[in-house]
C-alpha cells in the first residue's frame, strides 16, 4: 500500500461546478499536510495547507480528518484555470519525509 | 528573489554517459531535495540534504550521487545514465523545523533524456 493515496481522475467537470478530492496516508504520526497545484510541465507549487481546523481560501476548503487519515480539497465554482493536477503531500517527523500522493487530474470545461 | 534555480532545463544523453544536474536557492534554507517525476506519477525522492554537511537517501537512489556543496547547492550526478532515468528532474528546498508547517519550493525543472 502506498504512504499516500488519492484517487488519480481524470475529474472532468463543467465551469461553476463544485469538485472534492481526497486524499488517504498510512502513517498516523504525520505531522503536516499540504496540497499543491501543478500545471502541466512545470512545477509543483503550494495551492494551501491543510489545518486540523479546516480553513479556507476563496473558493478552495481543505480538511484533515486525524482519524480516519484522510485530507480533502473542495473547489466551488470552478473555473477553467483550475484545470490542473493536484498532488497531497505529507510531512513526517524529520526532513526527508514529504511524501507525495501520485496527483489528481481535474479538467474544466466552459 | 530568483527562489530556486536548477540547471540546465533540458539534457539529452547517451546511454552510459555521465552528467550533474545543478541546483541553488537564495532562500537561506536548510533542507534541500532531488525529486524525479515520471510521466503520469507523482513525486519520487531520489536524495536529500536536511542540513548542510549532511545527505541521505530517499525512495529511488540507486544510479545517483548528491554532494551538498555548501547551504546555497544542491547537485545531483548520475555516473553512468540508463535509459530508465529519463524523467523530470525537480530541485526543492524548505526551512524544516520540528513540528513546522514545511513548505517546499521548488525549481523550475530539468528534463533529461537517456537514449
Known amino acids: 500500500r502506498k504512504e499516500v493515496e488519492q484517487d488519480p481522475g481524470p475529474f472532468n467537470v463543467p465551469e461553476g461546478a463544485t469538485v472534492a478530492f481526497n486524499c488517504t496516508y498510512s502513517n498516523s504520526a504525520s505531522q503536516s499536510f499540504f496540497w499543491y497545484r501543478q500545471d502541466c510541465r512545470k512545477e509543483p507549487k503550494l495551492l494551501m495547507s491543510v489545518y486540523s481546523s479546516g480553513n479556507e481560501d476563496g473558493r478552495f476548503t481543505a480538511q484533515l480528518n486525524r482519524a480516519s487519515q484522510y485530507i480533502s480539497l473542495l473547489i466551488r465554482d470552478s473555473k477553467l484555470s483550475d484545470s490542473a493536477t493536484y498532488l497531497c503531500?505529507?510531512?513526517?517527523?524529520?526532513?526527508?519525509?514529504?511524501?507525495f500522493g501520485d496527483g489528481t487530474t481535474l479538467t474544466v470545461k466552459p | 528573489n530568483a527562489g530556486v534555480t536548477q540547471t540546465p532545463k533540458f539534457q539529452v544523453l547517451k546511454t552510459g554517459q555521465s552528467m550533474t544536474l545543478q541546483c541553488a536557492q537564495d532562500m537561506n534554507h536548510n533542507s534541500m531535495y532531488w525529486y524525479r517525476q515520471d510521466p503520469g506519477m507523482g513525486l519520487r525522492l531520489i536524495y536529500y540534504s536536511a542540513s548542510e554537511g549532511t545527505t541521505d537517501k530517499g525512495e529511488v537512489p540507486n544510479g545517483y550521487n548528491v554532494s551538498r556543496l555548501n547551504k546555497r547547492e544542491f547537485s545531483l550526478r548520475l555516473e553512468s545514465a540508463a535509459p530508465s532515468q529519463t524523467s523530470v528532474y525537480f530541485c526543492?528546498?524548505?526551512?524544516?523545523?520540528?513540528?513546522?508547517?514545511?513548505?517546499?519550493?521548488f525549481g523550475a525543472g530539468s528534463r533529461l533524456t537517456v537514449l
Open positions: 503531500v505529507v510531512n513526517g517527523a524529520n526532513a526527508g519525509k514529504s511524501t
Open positions: 526543492a528546498s524548505t526551512l524544516w523545523w520540528d513540528s513546522g508547517a514545511n513548505v517546499l519550493t
